[in-house]
């Protein structure tokens, strides 16, 4: 699935320039997608998430919410800068292939952005 970039395209002086273009709103293809959700559509406008990271985030939210609160909910507070290794020790250290790919995707996630973005959508994902 791709992304489908809808609304009206705004631009800005500024944006014009760099010939970039500013959408209000993006679309996953799939109607029941998390990419769709409202919450997770502000994260990403924030975090300024590329699409080309959407999968990532598809297959993050379809781990139940009980594990990636249980697992996650305290590892970017705690961690900080070192959360991308404690992904990896986590990884290594489960048996259990649904825990092991859940930190395996959130890593790699980690590797394209940074512990805040990790933790915005760690929580984001908590709420929807």
Not at 5 to 34: C, H, L, P, T, Y
Not at 91 to 114: G, I, V
Request: net charge negative.
């Amino acid at each position: 699935m791709t992304p489908v970039r809808v609304g009206v395209a705004r631009s800005s002086s500024s944006a014009m320039e760099n010939n970039k273009f500013m959408f209000s709103e993006i679309k996953w293809e799939n109607q029941d997608s998390a990419i769709n959700n409202p919450k997770m559509q502000e994260f990403i406008k924030f975090r300024k998430v590329q699409s080309a990271d959407f999968p990532l985030i598809e297959k993050l939210a379809t781990f139940p919410k009980n594990l990636i609160i249980a697992e996650l909910h305290n590892l970017f507070n705690l961690n900080q800068e070192r959360s991308g290794q404690e992904l990896a020790s986590l990884q290594q250290q489960y048996q259990d292939s649904e825990r092991k790919d859940l930190f395996a995707t959130f890593k790699e996630f980690y590797d394209r952005y940074d512990y805040y973005v990790c933790l915005h959508l760690e929580r984001v994902l908590e709420e929807i």
